[in-house]
């Protein structure tokens, strides 16, 4: 059983930094890609950074030249450095990830608990 566990949101006023960061546990073959997910309270989840395992990174408009995604695959983790953060970013983030697990033998999507994002002006 593969599980996602996000951590590291919390309360910043505008303009601060926060980093989240996701795990994934379990029967692991790899993890290709990552992404994050916020979502705002009556709004649908929307993508606004992902990572392939070969390197390469997308980002939303709205979070260009503010957040980076990173990985390390071997711990299983992403990461997302969110700096000059707005208001307009608080949300739950969700972290995303298609797992290939080696017991049993498939590969499926998964999406973490989500963790707050509060962003105070």
């Known amino acids: 059983q593969v599980q996602l566990v996000g951590s590291g949101g919390g309360w910043v006023q505008a303009g601060g930094p926060l980093r989240l960061s996701c795990a994934a546990s379990g029967s692991i073959s790899s993890i290709n890609p990552w992404a994050w997910y916020p979502q705002a309270p009556g709004k649908q989840r929307e993508l606004v950074a992902a990572?392939?395992?070969?390197?390469?990174?997308n980002y939303a408009e709205s979070v260009k030249g503010r957040f980076t995604i990173s990985r390390d695959n071997a711990k299983n983790t992403v990461y997302l450095q969110m700096n000059s953060l707005k208001p307009e970013d608080t949300a739950v983030y969700h972290c995303?990830?298609?797992?290939?697990?080696?017991?049993?033998?498939?590969?499926?999507?998964?999406w973490g608990q989500g963790t707050q994002v509060t962003v105070s002006s």
């Open positions: 990572t392939t395992s070969g390197g390469s990174t």
């Open positions: 995303n990830a298609v797992v290939a697990s080696t017991n049993p033998i498939i590969s499926r999507g998964y």
